[in-house]
C-alpha cells in the first residue's frame, strides 16, 4: 500500500542531489545534473518527491515549455523504485503535478512514452484521461539505459488538458477494427484490413501492443523489434490521419493490450 507514502515539492539543491541517486537507479544511466533540475525547479519547473518516511523513493520532474502561442508544463520524467510501483503511486503524483501545475496557472501537461510500454500507456490514457496526439520516431536517438538498450526511442506524445472534464468511458475491443494481427507466436504483422481498407475516414481503429514488452525483449530482441517496427507504420498513418489515442483495453487472456484510436 501506498497511503503511508508522502509527496511534496523539491525544493533544495541537497533534494536535487538526493533525486539524482532515485533517477540513476531507476534508469541505470548518469542523472541528470543538479545545475540543469534545480534551474527549472526556479523557472516554472514543478519537481515532486515520493517518500516512505525520510527515504525518497521516487520522483517526478517537470519544466516550463511554450509551442509559440501557449505555456505548458514539459512533464520529462517519472521514477519510482521497482518495490514502490504497485498501487497506483505513478498516477498520484502526476494528480499532485496537476493539481499544483493548475495553481501556478499551466492549462496543459505535456510528456512523451514508449508506445509499447502498456502500463505506462495505460496510466497515460486510460487513468489520466490524457490523450496520445503525436508520434515522434527514434525521438532521442540511441539510448542505453536498460529499459532502451537496443532498439530505436519512438515516443508517442501526451496532451493532458487539464480543464477538460474526464470519464473514462464504457470500451469494447472491435477484432473488425484492429490494425495488427498477432499469430500464436507473438509475431506481430501489419494486418490485411490496415492495407485494404484504411482511408483515413473511419471512425476509430485499435492496435495491440504486448502487455509485457520488456519480457520480450530480455527473451527476442528481434521480436521486440518487429513490434517497433510493425506498430510504427500504423501509429504514424493514424496521426498523419487526423487521429488521437483515447483509450487503452487490457486483455490478460492473451497478454495483449489494446489502443483505441478516433478523430480528435
Known amino acids: 500500500m501506498t497511503d503511508h507514502i508522502n509527496i511534496r515539492q523539491l525544493t533544495s539543491m541537497d533534494e536535487m542531489k538526493d533525486m539524482q541517486v532515485v533517477e540513476e537507479t531507476v534508469w541505470q544511466m548518469p542523472p541528470t545534473p543538479v545545475h540543469q533540475t534545480y534551474t527549472a525547479l526556479n523557472n516554472g519547473g514543478i519537481i515532486l518527491g515520493a517518500f516512505d518516511g525520510e527515504k525518497m523513493i521516487g520522483f517526478l520532474y517537470s519544466f516550463a515549455g511554450f509551442d509559440g502561442e501557449k505555456p505548458y508544463l514539459c512533464s520529462h520524467m517519472l521514477g519510482i523504485l521497482p518495490e514502490y510501483r504497485k498501487d497506483g503511486l505513478g498516477r498520484k503524483m502526476k494528480l499532485k503535478q496537476a493539481a499544483i501545475a493548475k495553481e501556478k496557472g499551466y492549462s496543459m501537461i505535456t510528456w ?42 519512438d515516443r508517442i506524445q501526451i496532451e493532458w488538458n487539464m480543464d477538460d472534464t474526464f470519464t473514462s468511458p464504457n470500451l469494447s475491443l472491435d477484432t473488425n477494427k484492429l490494425l495488427v494481427d498477432v499469430n500464436e507466436n507473438g509475431v506481430p504483422k501489419v494486418s490485411e484490413r490496415f492495407t485494404s481498407d484504411f482511408t483515413g475516414d473511419q471512425h476509430s481503429w485499435f492496435v495491440p501492443i504486448p502487455t509485457h514488452f520488456q519480457d520480450i525483449k530480455k527473451e527476442n530482441i528481434e521480436r521486440a523489434k518487429q513490434w517497433r517496427y510493425e506498430t510504427r507504420r500504423i501509429f504514424q498513418a493514424l496521426f498523419q490521419h487526423g487521429y488521437v489515442a483515447k483509450n487503452v483495453i487490457r486483455d490478460d487472456s492473451n497478454a495483449l493490450t489494446y489502443y483505441y484510436f478516433s478523430k480528435k
Open 112 to 153: 512523451t512514452f514508449d508506445p509499447l510500454e502498456s502500463l505506462n500507456a495505460y496510466l497515460n490514457i486510460h487513468k489520466l484521461g490524457a490523450i496520445g496526439a503525436h508520434y515522434k520516431e527514434n525521438h532521442y536517438g540511441s539510448m542505453n539505459d536498460g529499459l532502451n538498450q537496443g532498439l530505436p526511442t
